[in-house]
């Protein structure tokens, strides 16, 4: 009989590589989104699961940053404050249940306005990087949009799409057309693909590869 001791060998260790910062859309990724915007608190109305999801990710002890458009501000028909106010409540709601957002950043202009902070504009990307000292070729940016995955790429930063926003179809659509779209159901699902590949020693960023080969 043979009685060698077999175990199976570790693959060769190789650098994890941890997001340096995790971005995160607001409305149709944390929240539900309204086609009329979220206007009160009360119209604050988290998705299943984000809440789960987002004291998963403060696990990883790197920033959590809400990157959102809020041209509803520019329209007029929410103040600054308003918004602040809403976002207190969902700082709490997070803190409440030991999660963290460490920092949110609105572009609060209307489109018309040609502002760089818009998505897909990656002014907002680049001001919590250069304002919290991340590098966004090491980040990752979750959102629902084809905007938002069009601010990530402009940004440098790793793109996940999930399908919890109105542009569910728009972002299935983009996934079939561009193999290596990173599209997930939700945040939750993004935290589990971040963890599995993780621990078994992938990166999370080979699938950025699209940019053009050097030659
Ligand atoms: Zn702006």
């Known amino acids: 009989m043979t009685a060698i001791a077999h175990r199976d060998s570790p693959p060769l260790l190789q650098t994890v590589h941890v997001p340096e910062a995790i971005l995160l859309d607001r409305d149709g990724t944390i929240n539900v989104e309204r086609a009329d915007y979220v206007k009160t608190i009360d119209e604050f109305v988290l998705l299943a699961g984000a809440l789960d999801a987002l004291v998963a990710l403060a696990m990883f002890a790197v920033p959590i940053v809400l990157i959102t458009n809020q041209s509803a501000i520019g329209r007029g028909i929410l103040t600054r404050g308003q918004i602040d106010g809403i976002h207190d409540h969902l700082c709490s709601l997070v803190r409440a249940a030991g999660g963290r957002i460490d920092a949110i950043y609105i572009c609060p202009h209307r489109p018309d306005e040609g502002c760089s902070c818009r998505k ?36 440098g930063c790793m793109p996940v799409l999930v399908r919890t926003g109105r542009q569910a179809p728009k972002v299935a659509q983009l996934a079939v057309d561009e193999p290596g779209v990173v599209l997930l159901d939700h945040l939750s699902a993004v935290v589990d693909w971040m963890n599995q590949r993780l621990a078994a020693g ?11 080969p050097v030659d």
């Open 120 to 155: 897909p504009k990656p002014g907002l990307l680049q001001s919590a990087a250069a304002e919290m000292g991340f590098d966004l070729k090491q980040s990752i940016f979750v959102g629902d949009s084809i905007t938002d995955y069009q601010a990530a790429q402009a940004a």
């Open 202 to 212: 992938q990166t999370l960023f080979e699938m950025t590869s699209s940019a053009p």
